[in-house]
């Protein structure tokens, strides 16, 4: 069964910096592709980021090199690392994975608040 634990949400001003991580249990195989993806109140879950185990990601369009994703496959963790932040990112992030781009798991969710 994999678990998908997510931690480093919480509330920063404009501008700040988040750095979120997702420890994976279970199957490495099962989570050969793992990702963030974020749904804000009354919209759709959508994609923020993914990567393979062997380093290849995928961002949205959207962001535009404020966020990083990165992993370490040893400890099957992945993270996201969140710059300039702005109020429009206030989001719950979810941590998820599978064996292609197509997530299969799912995490519980860290919430970002972001303040004016």
């Known amino acids: 069964q994999v678990q998908l634990v997510e931690s480093g949400g919480g509330l920063v001003q404009a501008g700040g910096s988040l750095r979120l991580s997702c420890a994976a249990s279970?199957?490495?195989?099962?989570?050969?592709?793992l990702g963030w993806y974020r749904q804000a109140p009354g919209k759709q879950r959508e994609l923020v980021a993914t990567?393979?185990?062997?380093?290849?990601?995928n961002y949205a369009d959207s962001w535009k090199g404020r966020f990083t994703i990165s992993r370490d496959v040893a400890k099957n963790t992945v993270y996201l690392q969140m710059n300039s932040l702005k109020p429009e990112d206030t989001a719950v992030y979810y941590c998820?994975?599978?064996?292609?781009?197509?997530?299969?798991?799912w995490g519980q969710g860290t919430q970002v608040t972001v303040s004016s």
């Open positions: 279970g199957s490495k195989f099962s989570t050969n592709v």
């Open positions: 998820s994975g599978g064996w292609n781009v197509d997530p299969v798991y």
């Open positions: 990567i393979t185990r062997g380093g290849s990601t």
